[in-house]
Antibody, heavy 124, light 107 residues
Framework: QVQLVESGGGVVQPGRSLRLSCAAS????????MHWVRQAPGKGLEWVAV????????YYADSVKGRFTISRDNSKNTLYLQMNSLRAEDTAVYYC?????????????????WGQGTLVTVSS | EIVLTQSPDFQSVTPKEKVTITCRAS??????LHWYQQKPDQSPKLLIK???QSFSGVPSRFSGSGSGTDFTLTINSLEAEDAATYYC?????????FGQGTKVEIK
């Protein structure tokens, strides 16, 4: 079965860095685009970034552009999120999610499986 | 950026009642609209994809409809286990966006 397990969260001071990991299993990781989505405490979902199946294309939300970097290692079935210059407003649970395959013409797929999330707290 | 607006924000419902949640997009997104359920302290789970297709294993009481800018999630005959927050999500264009969520409480 599809499994996504995030790790690397914790408490970090403003301005510092943190790297999140997402270990994938139960599917051919190298065939799927992957996303990061975050959720601030008591708030809704915010899309953060996406990386294509082979790592050649990456896109970011404006709120993290220039500070966060999404990457992947298909040999290790692992997705990463390098977070630099962290701010208090980056405090959230970070989820990795798999993008499904396109099955409808002229439509783009959902995020069909999500990890359990890892909490990042930015505080002095 | 495409803005998704859900209504209502909160709904308190008796078991076996029908629940309807709407999601309106600020511009046309075709059928690239998906619905998720998130229970407290859990990650979101996909319910409906491409506006109206049920995801594997989702109970048949959940259904979706719509296209373009107006979408609806319907829960027929609500059960106690359906207490959760429901989000719509558009994948039509980047940045992908989510609705603000609709919390469904069981009376």
């Amino acid at each position: 079965q599809v499994q996504l397990v995030e790790s690397g969260g914790g408490v970090v001071q403003p301005g510092r860095s943190l790297r999140l990991s997402c270990a994938a299993s139960g599917f051919t990781f190298s065939s799927y685009a992957m996303h990061w989505v975050r959720q601030a405490p008591g708030k809704g979902l915010e899309w953060v970034a996406v990386i294509s199946y082979d790592g050649s294309n990456k896109y970011y939300a404006d709120s993290v552009k220039g500070r966060f970097t999404i990457s992947r290692d298909n040999s290790k079935n692992t997705l990463y999120l390098q977070m630099n210059s962290l701010r208090a407003e980056d405090t959230a649970v970070y989820y990795c999610a798999r993008e499904g395959f396109v099955v409808v013409v002229a439509a783009t797929p959902p995020l069909d499986y999500w990890g359990q999330g890892t909490l990042v707290t930015v505080s002095s | 950026e495409i803005v998704l607006t859900q209504s209502p924000d909160f709904q308190s419902v008796t078991p076996k009642e029908k629940v309807t949640i709407t999601c309106r997009a600020s511009q046309s997104i075709g059928s690239s609209l998906h619905w998720y359920q998130q229970k407290p302290d859990q990650s979101p789970k996909l319910l409906i994809k491409y506006a109206s297709q049920s995801f594997s294993g989702v109970p048949s009481r959940f259904s979706g409809s719509g296209s373009g800018t107006d979408f609806t999630l319907t829960i027929n005959s609500l059960e106690a286990e359906d207490a959760a927050t429901y989000y719509c999500h558009q994948s039509s264009s980047l940045p992908q966006t989510f609705g603000q969520g609709t919390k469904v409480e069981i009376k």
